[in-house]
């Protein structure tokens, strides 16, 4: 139980990976300010997961007075803030670069990017201050390489890449640890929209190639992704800051 009493903050709480890691550490007794676009959809999360000690706030990741309300609730109701799971994202509207237009551009910057930049922002305020805390964002596979039809996805993955980088460093001499995941795909809603650029007459064909691709022939579960984001956040992983973890079935070996 290490996580028992350990106050941890989780953005797109109420999607896939999100509800997965949120489920973990609520079995570990820890205390949850879960952060999502639509509070109704956190209730739910919560009721499911039979939560007692909690926080269900609606905010959006992108607009740096909802951060920075989401990290002063959570501070006002535990006192202090001990993991982060800088997670929220979108995968946007997937087009060729070439008909990708700068208001879809921008809409994907400001979530993934400018969302987690704020996310760091304001929790690594509270987290220096009281010397302590470990922070895990989340990137992608398409953080470390293209894709067809996901300029602005992969270009903010990456980013989020540099940002958990230099945090890590600034955060490092404050007892704070930063580091990233870059999944794969994972069994959530948002790979079905990938599946549907690639295969529009046909996303079971277009999972089943994806899938046949992974050298451990599937898309990763859920829990899978929340496994190691527990582990990051752990007192067993005390010596590793600034890393990226690649979690993909052997996909890029
Ligand atoms: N599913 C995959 O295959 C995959 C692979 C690699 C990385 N990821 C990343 O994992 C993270 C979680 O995604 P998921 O797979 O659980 O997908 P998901 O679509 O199930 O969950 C994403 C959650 O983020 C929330 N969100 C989106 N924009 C937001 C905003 N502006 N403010 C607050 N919340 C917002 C959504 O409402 C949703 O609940 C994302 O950053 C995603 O890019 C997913």
Excluded: W
Excluded at 14 to 21: D, F, N, P, R
Excluded at 164 to 177: I, Q, Y
Excluded at 204 to 233: D, G, H, M, N, T
């Amino acid at each position: 139980m290490e996580f028992a009493d350990k106050v941890v903050i989780i953005t797109g709480a109420a999607g896939g990976i999100g509800k997965e890691t949120a489920r973990l550490f609520a079995k570990q007794e820890a205390k949850l300010a879960l952060v999502d676009l639509d509070q109704s959809a956190l209730e739910s999360v919560a009721s499911e997961l039979e939560l007692e000690d909690y926080l269900a706030i609606g905010a959006d990741v992108s607009n740096e007075n909802q951060v920075m309300n989401y990290v002063q609730a959570t501070k006002e109701k535990y006192g202090r803030i001990d993991i982060f799971f800088n997670n929220a994202g979108t995968v946007g509207k997937l087009a060729r670069m070439t008909d990708t237009t700068a208001e879809d551009f921008d809409k994907v910057v400001n979530v993934n990017l400018k969302g987690v930049f704020y996310g760091l922002k304001h929790v690594l305020k509270v987290m220096q201050e009281q010397k302590s805390g470990s922070i895990v964002n989340t990137s992608s596979g398409l953080g470390l390489h293209g894709g067809i039809g996901l300029a602005a996805y992969s270009a903010t993955k990456h980013g989020i890449i540099g940002l958990t980088k230099t945090a890590a460093l600034e955060s490092a001499g404050f007892g704070v640890r930063v580091n990233v995941i870059c999944p794969s795909a994972v069994y959530t809603p948002m790979v079905n929209i990938i599946e549907e650029f690639r295969s529009p007459e046909s996303t079971e064909k277009a999972r089943e190639q994806s899938e046949q691709r992974i050298p451990l022939k599937r898309y990763a579960r859920p829990q899978e992704i929340a496994e190691l984001v527990l582990f990051l956040s752990s007192e067993k992983a005390s010596f590793i800051t600034g890393s990226e973890y690649k979690i993909d079935g052997g996909l890029r070996a």
